[in-house]
């Protein structure tokens, strides 16, 4: 039986671990080759056997807007086009009030999860549009839309991919590329690692269905958006909240 995605090359960045790796596990199971950005060396060398299927891997900084065209450059050239763009690379960043949060942290955390998202388009969109065709699909936060106490740069920096994929969206409306971005509530990935057992229930407390998310129910909505069944929804966001989300 054909994959939905048979034919079609898939970019996942941060894809070695969490939402990201349940994302590139569910495009491989649906037919699409895959490509794994990542700045965590190791976890790339062992891609391959995680996914086991043959992965192009890129060790890339998505900080870096040269190192993340070169990403692009380099994975568009090794498997002949990009057709799927997935940015679930992202940093939580530590727990404090905005009044205390160090300025160091407060700008590794805008620079990972927005300008890294950034990058990415800019270096892929062209080649996309050179395909004639594209799928982008962004992971967000329902803390960019409610804000999370404790959290504000992690929410800043999500509500700004929010309104990036809106841009987009309608930038590139008039082509065959469709950018929309998911918000989930919290999801069981390592990233639980970097927050404090206070904030982690606190977000468990915001979710009426009362429990985390599971990465592969994110990876299911992900797949949809980034296939040719989305052809009509493009600068949106789509909700995975457990019904938190309240608009």
């Known amino acids: 039986m054909a994959g939905r995605f048979d034919g079609q090359t898939a970019v996942v960045t941060g894809g070695v671990s969490g939402i990201g790796l349940a ?8 037919g699409a080759r895959i490509a794994v950005w990542d700045v965590n060396q190791a976890a790339l060398a062992e891609a391959t056997t995680v996914l086991q299927t043959q992965v192009h891997t890129v060790e890339v900084d998505m900080t ?3 190192a993340v065209a070169a990403a692009a450059t380099g994975t568009a050239a090794a498997l002949g086009k990009i057709d799927i763009l997935v940015t679930s690379a992202g940093i939580t960043g530590p727990n404090a009030t905005a009044w205390d949060y160090a300025v ?7 620079d990972v999860n927005l300008h890294g ?20 699909v962004n992971i967000a936060s329902v803390a960019g839309k409610e804000g999370n106490p404790n959290a ?17 969206g309608k930038e590139l409306a008039a082509t065959e590329i469709r950018v929309n971005c998911v918000t989930p509530a919290a999801v069981k990935t390592p990233l ?3 927050m404090s057992p206070t904030q982690i229930d606190y977000m468990l407390s915001k979710i009426p269905i009362g429990r985390f998310g599971e990465v592969d129910e994110v990876a299911s909505l992900v797949c949809w958006l980034a296939s040719r069944e989305a052809s009509f929804s493009t600068g949106a966001v789509f909700d995975v909240s457990g019904g938190r989300a309240t608009y």
């Open 23 to 30: 994302i590139a596990r569910r495009l491989v199971a649906d």
């Open 64 to 66: 870096d807007a040269d």
């Open 104 to 110: 160091a942290d407060w700008k590794r955390v805008i």
């Open 117 to 136: 998202v950034y990058y990415c388009a800019r270096a892929v969109v062209p080649i996309m549009l050179a395909n004639g065709y594209g799928r982008i």
């Open 152 to 168: 504000a740069a992690y929410s800043a920096s999500k509500a700004a991919v929010i309104g990036l994929t809106k841009s987009l």
């Open 192 to 194: 639980f690692s970097q």
